[in-house]
């Protein structure tokens, strides 16, 4: 068990932004931490496989989002989709997987 972390940051336009995940054959994505600037910020968000299936679908977050049970294989690109942000400011998100 091999574990890889990629970070990388956005900032919402008009309360949205779009990050695609990367993919590997070999690999699990198994967390996913997104944090907006600001602990009081409401957000919504999706992550959708190839294939248009989403998983999970979260609305009205507030502030960090944690999940360190997300189990997706990653062998074609998966798509990280922030909406609704009530701050069009920063937002820090790490995906991190196992191969």
């Known amino acids: 068990m091999l574990i890889a972390k990629r970070k990388t940051t956005a900032t919402p336009s008009s309360g ?3 990050v695609v995940i990367p993919h590997s054959v070999d690999a699990i994505l198994r967390r996913i931490y997104i ?4 602990q009081t910020t409401t957000y919504d968000f999706t992550v959708t496989d190839a294939d248009g299936a989403v998983f999970p679908e979260v609305v009205d977050q507030t502030g960090r989002f ?3 049970n997300v189990n997706l294989p990653t062998d074609a690109p998966l ?3 922030v909406d609704n942000a009530s701050v069009n ?3 820090s998100i790490i995906f991190v997987f196992e191969t």
């Open 89 to 91: 400011e920063l937002f």
């Open 79 to 81: 798509t990280l989709v």
């Open 35 to 38: 944090s907006p600037a600001t």
């Open 16 to 18: 949205t932004f779009t």
């Open 66 to 68: 944690n999940d360190n």
